[in-house]
């Protein structure tokens, strides 16, 4: 991209601070993100600020890193440097919005634009993929339809394109108007509706109303035939609609088995198989089928190509590997944007310094084969991969004699000759166009274990996190506890994501799992709040900061710091206000005083204190009085002492109930998980952890027969039971079986009979349309662990820290 440097900063308002006069920004690169080793002297960087980070902080060290363009709306965090050029703006969202714009405005090939409350993405790739023989595709790469993503999208708009296909995605109103001028669609597409309009709208009509704005200068909309749509679309475009019920439509469909007959403008007729037959898919191919009758394709291609479509997986998959190794599944499509950000993600969350990509062949898209592989090798590049892996006809021509490059002539031949012991301590991303099948590379690169997994959705994790943000201060600090293995979750991949939140503390219980942390690379202040005499040196040497909470356990500690020649070692100073398990009460402070006043080993960095009831509203006065307490004698310490700490005592029920009191940090715990103590709270949150398995036999009983040990349960009539491999050694109560809780097999609940084994349970599945490998749901979204914790009178915490370690984790963003 070269832009004129006067045009460019006239049209995204920006004063030029700073001496790199050149006339022209010539750069090859966008970024917003610090982290992606795309940057360097072709990069244009946008500071922008959001809840948890601000891109301003990071201008100085990307300067050092080669950083020329860079746009700014806070002169005073950045030093101007020789041979930059700081473009200065008010808001630089609003100037990335119209540098977008400026870009967009230069090329006036068709720009699908496409919109909708589900399908946006589906309906994106599989356009990608119809249209791809006689178009030039630009596409959004995964689903970045966001305020940031659609710019981004944007900029990779070339010469050398003939189409451009981008999602648009809105959560409140006043989003769209900007993006509409970004993205400028000439053909539209308005995918479903759902019934819901989501809390940043007040009605769905009002969410219809503003998607429609997209479409102010399209030529046409496909959408389905509907009143809502057309009373939106019809004045401001012409529609091109779709309908599976109302033959007056354009494209009118009839789903019979497997076969789709349509009838265009109640005249052509022709049908197509369909490769899907779920009512959303049939959605979907409508819409695709419809564009593709709008373009002019004729019924024969369409039938081919769509009885090719193939299902979307965009989640990339952070999974445990043989020896060792960390995977990173993204095995499903293959074309160099997506390929980039999968890049920027195996560098975010690599835990060793070796990096591995497993590559196909890469998505044609109509362009000439050499240039795709130059970018290809330009990117990889950039991005020091230690070995690079090619598989398939193209990429290991193409890639002959690039150093690190294992090169395969398809996935058959790499399996044969390669084994898992050839994988060792590395990060490997395993990236394949569809046809490749790596889908059995991950098989074998992965750990062993059992059907059985807890999916950990790092993104709902994020959302979370903001919650509880939002409710604080913009100064308060935030502490998130990952003991106990993240709450079940998990350790380093938990840890890493905090420590990109910015998150100012992590807290763990035990030394070794602040050590695991670390080994991993994260390199978060952290507190050990059980820290165990015997463990001193250890955390010393990791620079893990403890909790302290006597007389005694301090003086063993000033020994130990001593003997390593500490100066001002952080401390953390834990006082019993009426919890009455670790802490100094009130009577301790004065021995306590006389110690610290007398050493600079250690300097006390914290005070603080644990609420015992911060979830239940009976107990408010007792809270209060805890708070009370806490003020007094936190203020005793500091003003005898004359020192400044953090106070700290909100857990995540405190920040909830108790904002207040937040002191100058809060600590969240539970939260994050995605579980509140309170429906109210519970209603902000999204669920992070989904415990699911499959089921594994599935067989007919007689009436009055037994099931299970202790024969606790007898069959009334015939009955159709499941057997489910997972059992109490896995974490499922064994109370919760045995007729008192149930699984949701299919999106219906199935009760859970007899007794829970070992490693099994049965459900009774009767009345369910299932079969043998069905996924199984025994904790999630629709089934959240505060109702089975209820049932079986324990906490949700109990729940989720009791999955053993043996369930196989899979973290993954959406
Ligand atoms: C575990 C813990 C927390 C977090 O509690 P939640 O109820 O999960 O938010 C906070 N502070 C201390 C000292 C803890 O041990």
Redesign the pocket.
């Given at each position: 991209m070269k832009f004129n440097t006067d045009a460019f900063c006239s049209f995204i308002g920006a004063d030029i601070i700073g001496n790199n006069k050149s006339e022209y920004v010539d750069i090859t690169n966008i970024s917003v993100d610090s982290r992606s080793l795309q940057n360097d002297q072709h990069t244009l960087f946008f500071a922008l600020k959001g809840g948890n980070h601000d891109g301003h902080d990071y201008v100085d060290e990307l300067v050092n890193k080669g950083v020329r363009y860079i746009v700014i709306s806070d002169e005073s965090k950045v030093h101007p440097t020789q041979g930059v050029l700081y473009f200065k703006v008010n808001n630089t969202l609003a100037a990335l919005q119209s540098a977008a714009i400026f870009h967009r405005d230069s090329f006036d090939f068709p720009v699908i634009g496409i919109t909708g409350s589900k399908g946006k993405t589906v309906v994106k790739e599989w356009l990608n993929y119809l249209l791809s023989e006689e178009y030039r595709i630009i596409k959004s790469p995964k689903s970045y339809n966001s305020q940031t993503g659609v710019p981004l999208s944007i900029f990779g708009m070339e010469e050398k394109h003939n189409l451009g296909i981008f999602e648009v995605g809105i959560s409140t109103v006043g989003e769209m108007e900007k993006l509409a001028k970004v993205v400028k669609p000439t053909i539209g597409v308005f995918t479903a509706l759902t019934e819901e309009h989501g809390e940043g709208f007040q009605s769905l009509e009002q969410k219809v109303s503003e998607k429609a704005k997209l479409f102010v200068n399209a030529e046409v909309v496909i959408c389905e035939l509907n009143e809502l749509l057309l009373k939106y679309l019809s004045p401001i475009t012409s529609v091109y609609t779709w309908s599976l019920s109302d033959v007056s439509a354009n494209v009118y469909g009839q789903v019979t088995q497997s076969t789709l007959s349509i009838v265009v403008n109640q005249t052509d007729r022709f049908s197509v198989e369909l490769p899907f037959t779920d009512d959303s898919s049939v959605r979907n191919i409508m819409t695709c089928i419809s564009m593709m009758v709008y373009l002019g394709y004729t019924a024969d291609t369409i039938a081919m190509r769509i009885i090719g479509l193939y299902p979307v997986e965009l989640r990339m998959q952070v999974k445990n590997g043989v020896n060792n190794c960390t995977i990173i599944d993204d095995a499903y499509n293959a074309d160099y944007q997506s390929l980039s950000i999968a890049l920027d993600f195996l560098e975010k969350h690599k835990v060793s310094s070796s990096k591995t990509v497993i590559l196909s062949d890469m998505f044609k898209s109509g362009f000439e084969v050499e240039e795709i592989y130059s970018q290809l090798k330009e990117l990889l590049a950039t991005h020091h991969i230690t070995r690079i892996i090619g598989i398939g006809e193209h990429i290991s021509k193409y890639l002959v004699g690039v150093s690190n490059a294992y090169l395969y002539k398809d996935t058959e031949e790499f399996l044969q000759k390669v084994s898992v012991e050839d994988f060792t301590d590395e990060n490997i991303l395993v990236k394949g166009a569809r046809g490749f099948r790596f889908d059995r590379i991950v098989t074998m690169l992965e750990k062993k274990t059992h059907e059985t997994v807890l999916e950990v959705n790092l993104t709902a994790m994020c959302h979370n996190l903001n919650f509880y943000r939002s409710k604080l201060k913009p100064e308060t600090k935030i502490m998130v506890?990952v003991?106990a293995f993240g709450y079940g979750n998990g350790s380093y991949e938990i840890a890493k994501l905090l420590a990109h939140e910015n998150v100012d503390y992590l807290?763990v219980a035990f030394a070794d799992e602040g050590i695991e942390l670390r080994k991993a690379g994260v390199n978060t202040k952290i507190i050990v709040?059980n820290p165990e005499i015997n463990a001193f040196s250890a955390m010393i040497a990791y620079d893990l900061e403890p909790e302290v909470y006597s007389v005694r356990e301090l003086n063993a500690f000033l020994k130990v710091a001593r003997e390593r020649n500490c100066y001002e070692y952080p401390i953390h100073i834990k006082l019993d206000t009426g919890m009455h398990r670790h802490g100094f009460l009130t009577g301790d402070l004065d021995e306590l005083i006389e110690v610290l006043r007398h050493t600079n080993v250690v300097e006390v960095k914290s005070i603080f204190s644990?609420l015992s009831s911060s979830d239940m509203p009976e107990y408010t006065d007792f809270t209060l009085g805890q708070i009370d307490m806490f003020t007094q004698n936190s203020d005793k310490l500091m003003q005898e002492l004359d020192i400044n700490p953090i106070r700290h005592i909100l857990?995540?029920?405190g920040i909830f109930h108790f904002t207040a009191y937040q002191f100058d940090m809060v600590?969240?715990?539970?939260?994050l998980y995605g579980v509140g103590n309170d429906k109210e709270e519970m209603q902000q949150l999204a669920n992070v952890s989904t415990l699911k398995t499959r089921i594994m036999q599935i067989k007919e009983i007689n009436d009055a027969d037994s099931i299970g040990y202790g024969r606790r349960f007898r069959s009334q009539g015939r009955t159709r039971i499941a057997t489910v491999p997972i059992g109490y050694a896995d974490g499922v109560h064994r109370s919760w079986g045995a007729g008192v809780g149930y699984v949701l097999v299919n999106g219906q609940k199935a009760e859970i009979t007899g007794s829970i084994c070992m490693d099994m349970l049965m459900i009774n599945v009767t009345n369910i349309n299932c079969e043998e490998n069905d996924e199984v749901i025994i904790f999630g979204k629709d089934l959240p662990v505060t109702i089975i914790a209820e049932k079986i009178n324990t906490i949700p915490?109990e729940i989720l820290t009791s999955i053993a370690l043996r369930v196989k984790r899979i973290f993954f963003v959406e």
């Open positions: 506890m003991k807290g709040m644990h857990n995540t029920s600590r969240l715990g539970i939260g915490y």
